[in-house]
């Protein structure tokens, strides 16, 4: 009997290593790139006059940094990865628009660049994924957070008909 129970204590001992050191595996290579590492367009203008000369769709990122909790997840999951940067690199063009409850984090001019933006598009929804063309027509939006995987055949499908 104590054999038996030993064996079963081994057992579950070897089980939760292997998954523990899958956990960290995993937490290295999401870590590995920070949401920083992308080219984000400073201003909304920037960012089209990009579009165009590069002849690519611009993503814009609604967010709210300091109180959305979908967003923080959706900026570990999604763009703080090396295949979110890979494509990101290859076909479109970012552009942030955070609307922090603490005003203090954006600079003031920042700010209401992103006041009118998220006026302009009618966001009242965070986290939000807007892709636009290089004049700012509306090509596609994604409302809310969705599993990670989900947004790249959104991306690649608004990029294929772009």
Do not use: H
Not at 22 to 35: D, L, Q, W
Not at 140 to 152: C, L, N, P, R, S
């Amino acid at each position: 009997m104590n054999k038996l129970i030993g064996l079963f204590i081994v057992g579950l001992l070897t089980i939760q290593s292997s998954f523990s050191q899958e956990i960290a595996v995993n937490a290295i290579e999401v870590n590995e790139f920070s949401k920083e590492n992308l080219n984000w367009m400073p201003t909304f203008k920037e960012a089209l006059k990009k579009a165009k000369k590069e002849r690519k769709v611009v993503l814009i990122y609604f967010t709210g940094s300091d109180w959305c909790g979908p967003c923080k997840i959706l900026d570990k999951d999604l763009f703080s990865t090396e295949k979110f940067k890979n494509l990101s690199d290859k076909e479109l063009v970012l552009l942030e628009v955070d609307i922090p409850r603490r005003r203090d984090l954006v600079a003031p001019a920042k700010m209401k660049e992103n006041l009118y933006l998220q006026k302009k598009y009618k966001v009242k929804s965070f986290p939000n994924l807007m892709m636009v063309n290089f004049r700012g027509k509306k090509l596609a939006e994604k409302k809310g957070y969705v599993m990670t995987e989900y947004y790249y055949p959104y991306f690649q499908s608004v990029i294929r008909k772009y």
